[in-house]
T-cell receptor, first 112, second 116 residues
Framework: SQELEQSPQSLIVQEGKNLTINCTSS?????LYWYKQKYGEGLIFLMM?????EEKSHEKITAKLDEKKQQSSLHITASQPSHAGIYLC????????????FGTGTQLKVEL | DGGITQSPKYLFRKEGQNVTLSCEQN?????MYWYRQDPGQGLRLIYY???????QKGDIAEGYSVSREKKESFPLTVTSAQKNPTAFYLC???????????????FGSGTQLSVL
């Protein structure tokens, strides 16, 4: 089965600092999804990457998928308190199905 | 507004008791899913249903049961056989595969289940 490892497990940054979260797969990723979760709430979709080398940005968040399609990174520029939460990567393991396998999550805290 | 509604937000279970978590969606999605979230373990798939009157076990189905009598509803029962039920439960739905959406899964706001 597909396994996703996220690093770091938790992260504390000062407001205004940049940060990167990584998601590594044991197998080729047919689709890689990034979600954000506030504590005790549901997941909010951020971005989806499908092609090797693909990069997408939304506001101050950029996600990349490497050429081999086994690693993705999520980069936040000039972090703000609103960026705090849990970031999860999810992968389509079958290349066409709707079931996603999720990583263990990265908890981000942004200090003023 | 279309979305997924989970209820209740908080639920408490006594020893030997079965409890049912509700999940309703008005997105007209065929597929629905139940995930369990434990601290430090991410989301794990319990059950999923691709169509009405059909469902399959996920990775951690033991101690749980589901039904899919209506397209809009996918309730999850946590039975007394589930010895460690304390967790955050998330319901999700997804549109048909041929729609190829950018967003694969739409999530509800979750139910926190605790054991008394």
């Amino acid at each position: 089965s597909q396994e996703l490892e996220q690093s770091p497990q938790s992260l504390i940054v000062q407001e205004g600092k940049n940060l990167t979260i990584n998601c590594t797969s044991s197998k080729t990723l047919y689709g890689l999804y990034w979600y954000k979760q506030k504590y005790g709430e549901g997941l909010i979709f951020l971005m989806m990457l499908q092609k090797g080398g693909e990069e997408k940005s939304h506001e101050k968040i950029t996600a990349k998928l490497d050429e081999k399609k086994q690693q993705s990174s999520l980069h936040i520029t000039a972090s703000q308190p609103s960026h705090a939460g849990i970031y999860l990567c999810g992968a389509d393991a079958t290349g066409g199905g709707n079931k996603l396998t999720f990583g263990t999550g990265t908890q981000l805290k942004v200090e003023l | 507004d279309g979305g997924i509604t989970q209820s209740p937000k908080y639920l408490f279970r006594k020893e030997g008791q079965n409890v049912t978590l509700s999940c309703e969606q008005n997105l007209n999605h065929d597929a629905m899913y139940w995930y369990r979230q434990d601290p430090g373990q991410g989301l794990r798939l319990i059950y999923y249903s691709q169509i009405v009157n059909d469902f399959q076990k996920g990775d951690i189905a033991e101690g749980y049961s589901v039904s899919r009598e209506k397209k809009e509803s996918f309730p999850l029962t946590v039975t007394s056989a589930q010895k460690n039920p304390t967790a955050f439960y998330l319901c999700a739905s997804s549109p048909p595969l041929d729609r190829d959406p950018n967003e694969k899964l739409f999530f509800g706001s979750g139910t926190q289940l605790s054991v008394l």
